[in-house]
């Protein structure tokens, strides 16, 4: 009998090349667009040679969403456990960075799954952010002791709270500061290993270190253009399908469940979109516009460039507070729009990043035209992480708290 040729033979690792096919489709089409025969493409096999190693997407995607996560644990785990913040963000850097391209499985696709994994998923994250937090409050005190040890629990102590909101405030930079390291999954500026692993460490370090000289703020009030009011049938469709868009995604909502929201039949919702992915272009449009009129607004007259940054920075943070539902629709659900209706969303989005990077290369000129992009897209993503971990309540303290990281991550 004659052995099959080499290039025939099942290699070993499939399952993790499966995993890894499909964590970049997912992150870049989303969930329900990406199709197991799609991936079963991208690894180059048949899709009943597939389903031998996984019996559906779901049990597909939730592996692809875990293994990421458990590639974080172990990374740390290898760490001695006195390893100072720097060795613990470069850990984390390197494996975001070998795994960049399925990222975005994390940012929005996460809630896709059940009940269960999430709570699973959040357990894994959760000893990450543990482990950060940890070493970063080892390295600005190492001899730091609980203010109320050995007191009885029925003597609470004011040195105890201060204590609690001190590690409130310091897992929030460190969230933050993880933020700033997962931005890199969501953009594809090509930079070497090396000096990626640099630039977002020292980022890192800053935002975690965050509050020890706070940020002189622009001292204007940012003014954000509202939402416009519903005067128009297509308008009030609008409004009543972004929330639930953003609550349950896109693909989960039906265009019944709009129609009822609005009032009115389903059929009538063809008089004013065509379809519901229709109404998502709107949604993203409208999220779009509304940012390029605040940051015209917080640009005007300020012509210093740090000054411009904290302007930016304010004005991005007061918008993701205050149009929550509309930006995480618009950021998290962009993927499975048709490439004729992203066209006008990505020379929006591009000249969004080109007004932070212009300003922070007049900042820091020692930055060059990467190095820029990578530390404005760190920005947004202390911004997605830092509101997260807040629940996006808005108040002038978390907006403050959450612009001072910002300004932190661009290094300014």
Not at 189 to 204: G, M, Y
Request: net charge positive; glycine share 6%; hydrophobic share 45%.
């Amino acid at each position: 009998m004659t052995a099959e040729p080499l290039s025939a033979t099942r290699p070993r690792n499939r399952r993790q090349l499966i995993v890894e096919a499909a964590g970049r489709l997912f992150s870049e089409r989303g969930y329900h667009a990406a199709s197991m025969e799609e991936i079963a493409t991208g690894v180059g096999i048949s899709a009943a040679a597939l389903y031998r190693h996984f019996p559906n997407k779901y049990a597909l995607f939730a592996e692809c969403a875990h293994t990421m996560a458990d590639r974080l644990v172990a990374a740390l785990d290898e760490l001695p456990r006195d390893a100072p913040p720097a060795d613990v963000f470069t850990a984390l850097i390197r494996v975001t960075a070998a795994h960049r391209a399925s990222g975005g499985v994390y940012r929005w696709e996460a809630r896709y799954l059940d009940r269960d994994d999430r709570r699973l998923l959040r357990a894994k994250f959760a000893r990450v952010v543990g482990r950060a937090t940890e070493a970063v409050r080892r390295h600005e005190d190492p001899a730091a002791e609980r203010p109320d040890a050995g007191r009885p629990d029925s003597e609470p102590s004011a040195a105890a709270s201060a204590t609690e909101l001190a590690d409130a405030a310091r897992q929030l930079r460190v969230v933050a500061a993880l933020g700033a390291i997962g931005s890199i999954t969501m953009h594809r500026t090509s930079i070497a290993q090396r000096r990626l692993e640099d630039l977002l460490s020292t980022c890192a370090l800053r935002v975690a270190n965050a509050g020890r000289r706070p940020v002189r703020g622009s001292g204007r009030a940012v003014e954000l253009p509202a939402l416009p009011v519903a005067r128009s049938r297509r308008a009030e469709i609008l409004a009543a399908a972004v929330p639930l868009f953003a609550r349950d995604g896109f693909a989960n909502v039906t265009n019944g469940q709009i129609a009822e929201a609005v009032g009115i039949a389903p059929s009538a919702l063809y008089r004013h979109y065509p379809g519901k992915v229709d109404i998502l272009a709107a949604a993203c449009l409208q999220a779009a516009g509304l940012l390029t009129q605040a940051v015209d607004r917080a640009l005007h007259g300020v012509t210093e460039p740090r000054d411009a940054l904290i302007a930016l920075a304010e004005t991005y943070v007061a918008y993701s507070f205050e149009h929550t539902d509309l930006t995480s629709v618009a950021e998290a659900e962009f993927g499975g729009l048709p490439a004729e209706l992203q066209r006008p969303l990505v020379h929006a989005q591009r000249e969004h990043i080109a007004v932070w990077e212009q300003q922070l290369r007049l900042a820091r000129p020692d930055l060059d035209p990467r190095q820029t992009r990578v530390l404005v897209h760190a920005g947004f993503g202390v911004v997605v992480e830092a509101g997260r971990k807040l629940r996006w309540r808005d108040s002038p303290e978390h907006r403050a708290a959450v612009t001072e990281l910002v300004v932190a991550a661009l290094g300014v």
